[in-house]
């Protein structure tokens, strides 16, 4: 985050962008050799384009009489690799960008295709990430591209602008992080991925191609199981977390382990123990943090917008009776009250700092306060800015 703060709150921030970090994948190569895009070719004009080994997501190929359209663009790193894995098959221009979502392994291409003239789409959420778009939708997107007919739906799973997107024509489905098929869930919330995963079901019948957002591509069955297995997953963290079981006990469940290895059939190297602990830990912030009942009036008190000294603005927002801390261009994030004063980021570790919002005489919150490590950035409510300076 572009702030002039403490590098705590900069690397906290960093952690909204990929809330749940995202990760990418090797797929039919193995880590020791140089990384290369493999080609999987569903019919004569749709691809999609394997990355793995650090070069970020799977990418689908749309080919139409006058040009391409891409669904997602892996990193910033891979971006003269993957147009030379493009070219290799058709030297059509390439006309569309549309991401599933804008983390940095599906949207560090748009730039680079933008340039060329693409236009990239996205949902609206992506506004708030660093990820360049041109080209904005709110709930739903219906495209023609050649023979095509192309459906983006919004969905909040892995992040706050996912899109589940659905070519009718071919019977294929691209999830983004929604569903990936070598790897963990990696989920805002298990509410909101089964959400997002029963839209896919429903988007899919026994002949639908899945494209994950890692991984090889899977059919309707693997959504279902995947969906099966998370909350399989969730409820034995629950039922650990009220026998009070340690994190380190956690680790070494036998449960929890065979539940782990359902979502790495396509890992057969499996995955360091630390970063098994970590995805519990992140299940544990997202799912199971106790967190004190707040009053729809009180809750929006705090909504406003939050001004820095460098005058960067924090917004925070109220949807559902819940509350959202957000900036332009940068991040996203739900905050969950552990207190009427402070707040956590939904899924942050307790080594990730947390908020505090400070109080006018009247009882109305009218500062915002990031603390991680001793170190501290204060931001204050507009309002009670502006009343100051008359």
Request: proline share 3%; hydrophobic share 40%; charged share 25%.
């Amino acid at each position: 985050m572009k702030l002039q703060s403490p590098k705590a709150l900069r690397v906290s921030l960093a952690f909204i962008l990929l809330l749940f970090t995202c990760t990418n994948f090797a797929f039919a190569q193995s880590t020791d050799e140089e990384p290369r895009i493999v080609p999987h070719r569903i019919n004569e004009f749709l691809y999609v384009l394997y990355g793995g080994n650090g070069q970020g997501s799977n990418v689908g190929l749309l080919i139409s009489d006058d040009g391409i359209l891409l669904i997602d663009g892996m990193t910033e790193k891979s971006n003269e690799k993957l147009l030379g894995a493009i070219r290799e098959i058709s030297d059509k221009p390439i006309k569309y960008v549309l991401n599933t979502h804008s983390d940095f392994d599906h949207s560090g291409g748009n730039s680079f295709f933008s340039k060329m003239g693409a236009t990239i789409i996205s949902q609206e959420n992506s506004l708030y990430s660093s990820a360049p778009t041109k080209l904005n939708f709110k709930n739903k997107l219906s495209l023609k591209f050649g023979v095509e007919e192309i459906t983006a739906e919004h969905v909040v799973s892995h992040s706050f602008d996912d899109v589940i997107i659905r070519l009718t024509k071919s019977n294929v489905l691209f999830t983004g992080d929604v569903f990936t098929s070598n790897y963990f869930p990696s989920f805002l919330s298990l509410e909101g991925q089964d959400r997002a995963l029963d839209l896919a079901i429903a988007q899919s019948d026994n002949s639908t191609v899945v494209v994950p957002g890692h991984g090889s591509v899977a059919n309707r069955k693997d959504l279902v199981s995947f969906k099966e297995n998370s909350s399989k997953w969730r409820a034995r963290v629950g039922a650990l977390v009220k026998q009070k079981t340690g994190i380190d006990s956690m680790v070494e469940d036998q449960q929890l382990k065979a539940i782990r290895d359902t979502f790495l059939i396509n890992r057969p190297e499996g995955i360091p123990k630390e970063r098994f602990k970590r995805f519990i830990e992140r299940t544990l912030s997202s799912e199971f943090t106790q967190i004190v009942s707040l009053g729809k009036k009180q809750i929006s008190d705090y909504v406003g917008d939050y001004e820095l000294e460098n005058k960067t603005i924090l917004t925070v927002r109220m949807a559902n009776n819940r509350l959202y801390l957000l900036k332009l261009n940068e991040f996203y994030a739900e905050i969950l009250p552990l207190s009427a004063k402070r707040f956590k980021i939904r899924g942050a570790l307790e080594s990730e700092g947390h908020y505090l919002f400070g109080f006018d005489k009247k009882g109305k919150p009218n500062s915002l306060t990031f603390v991680d490590d001793g170190k501290s950035v204060m931001a204050r409510k507009l309002s009670d800015v502006a009343s100051r300076m008359h």
